[in-house]
């Protein structure tokens, strides 16, 4: 089309084996998190046109996954269709010359407690700064993020989902004062970072939850015993011990911080530990699993990080079985991705 300007591409990784989260809340105060940048990516892309009247529709949402397709109008009050991505463009704002159109898409469920949302988020913030004068750095992106959706959807929201997606790799976040926090790359070997990413295991228990439900839950439960609270230590213990396992190349230290981890969690509240995930549990453990994390918030859906032994076809025997159990317990094939948030152009002939 003639009034056509440019094509935005963006893409950024979902996060696993979250160690110390929890502790990267308001209610903790200060927190310490470990955690994985993984493929499959959110992926966003935006055409932009020239605004050739005020009757031109400002802003088309395509959300794939949903097959959804609708106009939204920025003036509008409230957000009704999907709030995550309208908030999102309003936050970011609309130049008064331009309309676009975006599509989003993501092979990880939607409520897998792997950061999907965050990761969308941190996606479309990216394609739209490109609209704006300047660059957000990561952190900035990941701020924006986060923003989002404590202060326009006022949602219950840690702050490690937004950076793990912006700046990638593995991630041992340092949150000395929410929501403000340093992120240190965790640098490995090829060698160690092929094996760690043959080992892993990524399983989707075929529900998906709030993880904004399960936090008031959880804050209600810690309300008494404050920033210090002894399972909260717990929790930011295991992302040290965790970080130090695998900067070493033991795995079976690395596998006893995420089961310590979930134990934590489950200390935490009764219900971030599901029957579902019991379950994964145990046919882990009866293959040869060394650990286990239950990602993100828990609860009665999302998904588990399994760290696998050193035998390959155990692993393969693993997902099969668990495949086999419940037709609901999902393998999402993963990646480590390298990279956080991708923003680049596509050329127009």
């Not at 979250?18 to 809340?25: E, H, K, N, R, V």
């Not at 959110?42 to 097959?67: C, P, T």
Request: hydrophobic share 40%; aromatic share 8%.
């Amino acid at each position: 089309m003639p009034d056509l300007l440019r094509i935005v591409n963006s893409a950024a990784p979902i996060r696993i084996c979250d160690l110390g989260g929890w502790t990267d809340t308001w209610f903790s105060g200060t927190g310490v998190v470990f955690n994985i940048a993984v493929y499959p990516y959110a992926e966003v892309q935006m055409r932009v046109y020239r605004r050739l009247s005020s009757d031109d529709r400002r802003v088309s949402i395509h959300v794939e996954n949903f097959g959804e397709r609708y106009d939204w109008d920025p003036e509008a009050t409230g957000y009704d269709r999907h709030p995550l991505l309208e908030a999102a463009i309003d936050l970011m704002g609309v130049p008064d010359d331009l309309r676009f159109e975006v599509n989003l898409y993501s092979e990880a469920p939607a409520g897998c407690s792997t950061g999907t949302s965050a990761a969308v988020t941190v996606a479309l913030i990216g394609a739209l700064d490109r609209l704006t004068p300047g660059q957000l750095t990561p952190y900035e992106v990941a701020r924006a993020a986060h923003r989002v959706e404590t202060e326009k959807l006022t949602l219950q929201a840690g702050i490690q989902d937004q950076l793990a997606s912006a700046y990638g790799g593995i991630s041992f976040i340092e949150m000395f004062s929410y929501p403000h926090a340093s992120v240190s790359p965790v640098y490995v070997s090829n060698a160690l970072w092929w094996e760690l990413e043959r080992r892993l295991v990524l399983i989707y228990l075929g529900k998906s939850h709030s993880s904004s439900d399960v936090h008031v839950k959880v804050i209600k439960e810690l309300e008494s015993e404050g920033p210090a609270s002894p399972r909260m230590e717990r929790l930011r213990r295991a992302a040290h011990a965790g970080k130090n396992a695998l900067m070493s190349g033991d795995f079976n230290a690395f596998g006893a911080a995420m089961t310590e981890c979930t134990e934590g969690q489950r200390a935490l509240h009764a219900e971030l530990v599901s029957a579902d995930a019991e379950r994964v549990i145990d046919i882990a453990r009866a293959h040869g699993a060394i650990g286990w994390k239950v990602n993100g918030a828990g609860g009665g859906g999302g998904s588990l990080t399994l760290l696998c032994g050193d035998d390959a076809a155990s692993k393969r025997a693993l997902v099969s079985a668990l495949e086999k159990a419940n037709p609901l317990f999902k393998h999402i094939p993963i990646y480590l991705s390298r990279f956080g948030l991708r923003v680049w152009e596509t050329p127009i002939p």
